[in-house]
């Protein structure tokens, strides 16, 4: 299994690790719900390095990039990030994954469990592209601050930027704790306020450290995988292997706004597949509540009476909901707010009230 | 030491019995496990009806945590005829005390041969093997 350069660190703090995808990574320090909550009411510190990242040059990086992604990259201006799909011919994904685009570079960060086989497909389809690929996962590093107290924390650490003025799903590059030249962007997979930072391995245990203690009296704590997943799920950001995967393409994901059919992008790799998934979707990825302890898991079925109509695609115990929640595919005359199914869990039957994503929005509460 | 009055399960059940009546529950490590020390991760477990006849080996209920689903095993076969039902709205007793207050089921025991079962001490080098 692979570690992060942060590895011995968590071990230090007492973390619970498991393996994901194919890294040895913390699930969590103490309590999930406790973590959660920490990241909605202050603020949380994670180890990212399992994320994949990929640095794309050359003279035709963007056509390239244009040609195998779903969304248009030559339209993202410069210092800003997207998110996109990388497809297979028949529309469903290899894997999801964020674009920074940068002057005369475009950086992925693509989910760990992914990161060979998007690295094999990129490399199987530069054909006559001048492009290079620069694999830096295992070179550099991750860790994301984020929640309400991020900017002050970060700022305070941050010299030569102003992050206040950093936009959202926006980059740049700053001194952190007096790192110069570090990647910093306003981004995250919890629906809070808080940052993405890349910087070299050997520097991740001062930086590391150095932002726990500066937010330690504001009550900042290490957050593991588990927590990070129930803050994906509430802000109904969807996870490769549970919303998308080779099974469930980004149209009935409901992630259109990923994907460009413009007509200056080109073709692409899924173009047709989607077009036609487009024009007559089979299901739709919908949120539900259920009111029972009981948490909804992948796999559990979803039943109209005696009828299955669906499958759950992720679920979790919602700390700022106060209930257990989780998303399903269901047929598109049942996929609609309000409706009440049931969830079959291990023989036993588990009401559920749909409801749209996402659960959790902090600009509109 | 966990405690010799009783045995155990690999999968984490322990067993005391007492005359012809046994009294089940599950280890620390067990709740450990599932809560990750924090007692507010349990969130669930389901106990049988008094009167149920448990095969051996057979699952009689479930424990669910915020992380995972877990089933509850008997280590021998017999009769429910009581059950601990402050549990099911009272997870905080199972970390609180997993060995005597936080008793999941008592049985009637149909076979007290406890040949196939692990004694305290068989049970730890198992939980060696988990670290």
Redesign the interface.
Known sequence: MKQTPLHDVHVALGAKMVEFGGWHMPVSYASILAEARCVRERAGLFDLGHMGRISVTGADCLAYLDSICTNYIARIPSGSIRYTLICKEDGNPIDDLLVYRGDDEVYLVVNASNTAAVLEWMQARTGSFAVTLDHRTERETMIALQGPLALEILGAMTTDCDLAKLGYYKFTFGTVCGRENTRISRTGYTGENGFELYFENAEATDIWQALLEAGSGAGVQPIGLGARDTLRLEAGMPLFGHEIDAEHNPVEADLGFALSFAEEKGDWVGKQALLDVRAKPQRALIGFTTAGKRVPRQGYKIFQGEREVGEVASGAVSPTLHQNIGTAYLPLDLANEGNKLEMDIRGKRQGVTLHSLPFYSRTRK | MRPTDRHYLSSHEWIKISGDNAVIGITDFAVEEL????E??L??C?LPEVGRNLEESETFG?I?S??A?SDLNTPLPGEVVEINSAIEDHLEILSDDPWDRGWLIKIRLADKDTSKLLDAAAYEETLASHS
């Open positions: 809560s990750s020390g924090n507010g991760d969130v669930y389901d479930e669910e915020v992380k689903v």
